[in-house]
T-cell receptor, first 114, second 113 residues
Framework: DTGVSQDPRHKITKRGQNVTFRCDPISEHNRLYWYRQTLGQGPEFLTY????????KSRLLSDRFSAERPKGSFSTLEIQRTEQGDSAMYLC????????????FGEGSWLTVV | AQSVAQPEDQVNVAEGNPLTVKCTYSVSGNPYLFWYVQYPNRGLQFLLK??????LVKGSYGFEAEFNKSQTSFHLKKPSALVSDSALYFC???????????FGTGTRLTVIP
């Protein structure tokens, strides 16, 4: 049984560059979530997919952020024109209807913007 | 609006002693409540949840949590703490009709040998 997989685990980028993170959910999980976590804080919800449809986006997801889930399988989160305030851990999670609203997280992708 | 409060940023307990990590919540309707644990530089691991039924919920690694509707609390407990329990613990709530979990700010548990 493979869990949620995220890549890369760590990314250092210069301010103004674009970055993309990938998430592979648990097989057969049709629901996928992106969260952001900064030091000393709990995870903050960014966006939610059910299959390939992006059903909810947080106000935290500025115009520089875009998420996709083509074909309802893996997902990507792209950040354009990165800013130092984007430095955080980006967490992907997945679930399915039978999991009773339990969501299962990946190991996270650390982003440092210098 | 939903909210979760973890009033203690840090909890220290001696190895072998019982531990409690506190959580209170506010939601509309019946709550679904969760505890997750996070080890350094790792993602969150699911520990346990309350949906309905018995107020005492048992979870992974010997943890349990007690749901108290009148006090709107869902405290995490363990009868005998281990050094390996040292980690960051998050309480989360799912509100009926919402698509996501809402997390507290976390409590850092340190078990002292």
């Amino acid at each position: 049984d493979t869990g949620v997989s995220q890549d890369p685990r760590h990314k250092i980028t210069k301010r103004g560059q674009n970055v993309t993170f990938r998430c592979d959910p648990i097989s057969e999980h049709n629901r996928l979530y992106w969260y952001r976590q900064t030091l000393g804080q709990g995870p903050e919800f960014l966006t939610y997919f059910q299959n390939e449809a992006q059903l909810e986006k947080s106000r935290l997801l500025s115009d520089r952020f875009s998420a996709e889930r083509p074909k309802g399988s893996f997902s990507t989160l792209e950040i354009q024109r990165t800013e130092q305030g984007d430095s955080a851990m980006y967490l992907c999670a997945s679930s399915w209807r039978g999991s009773g609203n339990t969501i299962y997280f990946g190991e996270g992708s650390w982003l440092t913007v210098v | 609006a939903q909210s979760v409060a973890q009033p203690e940023d840090q909890v220290n307990v001696a190895e072998g002693n019982p531990l409690t990590v506190k959580c209170t919540y506010s939601v509309s309707g019946n709550p679904y409540l969760f505890w997750y644990v996070q080890y350094p530089n790792r993602g969150l691991q699911f520990l346990l949840k309350y949906i309905t039924g018995d107020n005492l919920v048992k979870g992974s690694y010997g943890f349990e949590a007690e749901f108290n509707k009148s006090q709107t609390s869902f405290h995490l407990k363990k009868p005998s703490a281990l050094v390996s329990d040292s980690a960051l613990y998050f309480c989360a709530v799912h509100q009926t009709g919402a698509n996501n979990l809402f997390f507290g700010t976390g409590t850092r548990l340190t078990v002292i040998p």
